[in-house]
Nanobody, 125 residues
């Protein structure tokens, strides 16, 4: 199983980025997928998730209304559209996936078996 993130970069405050997470070895539609972010010295922070086949989406309060997670089954890819970016959104963003997690644990990093390598997002002020 491999998850490969892309789309990170440097953007000004108020700008947008779309992160992609391409999967091989799994079928995303059968898995729950999430985006977490991490800054040095801190734990992984939940950003957004999409629950396996139902496709229900969940967000951290800090990104609700600005970020959107989506899934393209044909491309076996999960996306994170990030709008109105702020300097505090600067972090390494990770894609994660798991087949059997229960809904109540969807925001916990420890619930996910598979992780990508991360992509850096930097928002300048």
């Amino acid at each position: 199983v491999q998850l490969v993130e892309s789309g990170g970069g440097l953007v000004q405050t108020g700008g947008s980025l779309r992160l992609s997470c391409a999967a091989s070895g799994i079928t995303f539609s059968a898995y729950s997928a999430a985006w977490f972010r991490q800054v040095p010295g801190k734990e992984h922070e939940f950003v957004a998730a999409i629950f396996r086949s139902a496709g229900n989406t969940y967000y951290a309060d800090s990104v609700k209304g600005r970020f959107a997670i989506s899934r393209d089954s044909a491309k076996n890819t999960v996306y994170l559209q990030m709008n109105s970016l702020k300097p505090e959104n600067t972090a390494v963003y990770y894609c994660a996936a798991d087949r059997s997690l229960i809904l109540s644990s969807i925001r916990r990093a420890g619930s996910y078996d598979y992780w990508g390598q991360g992509t850096q997002v930097t928002v300048s002020s």
